[in-house]
């Protein structure tokens, strides 16, 4: 059931939460904790009165492709152990999956602790993150800036703030994102306070325009880099010869990157790096309708496409006509029409939201081609990764 918010539930809502995620305060004290509780629903399932079972949503602002649509956050998805196993946050989910679509939010995201847990919901995995790891030595032939600036400091300091958010607004006015949260001046606070011990270094130009920053913090002798964007050549050069300055104070170098990053390709050993790629959030179309009316397709014409399974959110399944004529879309919904391309909802989410082409996806069997069609859709890219 939805959650009222009274002093009752939220005790017992920290409560469960301390217990299942191993806190060791009082969550009620912790302004990190509330900001983000105050700008949630919550969803729990009592047994004698006792919560037993919870999760939190939260309603985003979200970037499709240069559409801002609504994007719900799940997280803290929570039972305690003696409770788990009775398909209590089944009924959650189910709940929670109509009233976004009561609620016109056609997307929600989140971090999953399994899976394949959540695939049985329709999520699929859809953004990813390619880490690199390395020793100094790797970034011995990067050197600070000759021209321009880097401005070292925390969010409060409004010089470095501003270039953070110039540069962030800037890359969500290119149209290019396609599943991607929008800060808002909360969220942004939330995240400094949480991430309290970070730093921010931001490259200005001779002009005094930022041109890249990076969101960082050191841990046990290691430079985490948990953020970076830049706009141009110089302001990555200069923010990898800001990291290299760290070489006679650290040992090891790791950075979280998009999936998409060619960072390796500036490096003139690339064998001295250590890269891999992670899963890290999946994502359920709840109205598909809306998603697939965002999306960029690079062919001309008409196409049917159909959406054969969808357990949770049946007002999905059928067959869609997608219609792109002058970089024009629309997309309505068609019966007894001739299907081109079918496959299930978590299928779909793959290739309109995820990394897979819809070529990739009929290769792998995920969708299937019927009439031998040309179609696929531009790609976009996740540039800022935000933790539900």
Not at 13 to 22: D, G, K, T
Not at 105 to 133: C, M
Not at 165 to 180: A, V
């Amino acid at each position: 059931m939805k959650l009222k918010k009274n002093q009752d539930n939220l005790k017992q809502i920290a409560s469960l939460i301390e217990y299942a995620f191993l806190k060791d305060s009082d969550l009620t004290t912790d302004a990190n904790f509330m900001s983000r509780y105050d700008h949630s629903d919550g969803y729990g399932y009592f047994d004698q009165g006792k919560l037993t079972s919870y999760m939190m949503v939260n309603q985003f602002k979200g970037e499709i492709f240069g559409h801002h649509v609504p994007i719900a956050g799940i997280g803290y998805v929570s039972s305690y152990p003696e409770c788990r196993g009775r398909g209590h946050i089944s009924k959650l989910m189910e709940e929670v999956i109509h009233d976004l679509h009561e609620n016109k939010i056609p997307v929600a995201n989140l971090a999953p602790f399994s899976e394949d847990f959540y695939r049985h919901y329709g999520f699929s995995n859809s953004i990813y993150q390619k880490e690199y790891r390395f020793s100094g030595d790797a970034l011995a032939s990067f050197k600070l800036p000759r021209k321009g600036k880097v401005i070292r400091g925390k969010w409060g300091d409004l010089i470095v703030q501003n270039g953070v958010i110039q540069l962030y607004e800037r890359q969500l006015h290119t149209d290019d994102e396609r599943n991607t949260i929008i800060r808002e001046a909360w969220w942004w606070n939330r995240l400094d306070s949480y991430y309290h011990h970070r730093d921010i270094a931001v490259y200005f130009d001779n002009a005094g325009r930022p041109m890249s920053y990076l969101i960082y913090r050191i841990v046990d002798n290691c430079f985490m880099a948990d953020e970076l964007y830049s706009i141009t050549p110089q302001g990555l050069s200069s923010i990898l010869g800001f990291m290299a300055s760290h070489i006679g104070s650290v040992k090891e170098f790791c950075m979280m990157l998009p999936e998409k990053s060619l960072l390796a390709e500036l490096f003139p050993e690339q064998n001295e790096l250590d890269i891999q790629l992670h899963p890290y959030m999946m994502s359920r179309i709840i109205d598909f309708q809306k998603v697939l009316s965002c999306m960029r397709p690079l062919q001309e014409g008409t196409f049917n496409i159909e959406v054969n399974y969808d357990d949770q959110c049946p007002w999905n399944i059928g067959v869609w006509q997608l219609n792109n004529h002058n970089r024009e879309v629309t997309c309505e919904r068609k019966e007894d029409e001739l299907v081109d391309f079918s496959g299930p909802i978590t299928a779909w989410t793959q290739v309109l939201l995820g990394r897979l082409t819809l070529k990739a996806a009929i290769e792998l069997g995920l969708i299937t081609n019927y009439r031998i069609k040309k179609l696929d859709f531009v790609k976009g890219k996740v540039s800022f990764y935000d933790y539900f």
